[in-house]
């Protein structure tokens, strides 16, 4: 779901790009929802056997931060995400 409108670049960070997609009224609450997911599957991906605590941990508080964001435009989902992150 992510296109062409949403390119990461130096200046944006995952947060950055998911706060921009989160206000994009143009599309749904369901494919805003899909998008942030998809940033955070990206990011989980990307970590490795080589990645460092610190890369962990990043990616494990821009992930919460995600389910934050969703939790403010899709109660139920970001709530499920959310209890799910904390276990």
């Not at 821009?62 to 904390?86: A, R």
Request: net charge negative.
């Amino acid at each position: 779901l992510i296109n062409n409108n949403y390119k990461m670049n130096e200046d944006m960070t995952i947060r950055k790009l998911a706060e921009k997609i989160i206000t994009d009224f143009e599309l749904t609450i369901k494919d805003r929802v899909d998008s942030v997911l998809e940033l955070s599957a990206i990011a989980e991906t990307n970590l490795g056997i080589d990645s460092t605590k610190t890369e962990k941990q990043k990616v494990k508080s821009d992930n919460k931060y995600l389910y934050k964001l969703i939790n403010s435009i899709d109660e139920v989902t970001g709530k499920q995400l959310l209890k799910t992150f904390d276990t």
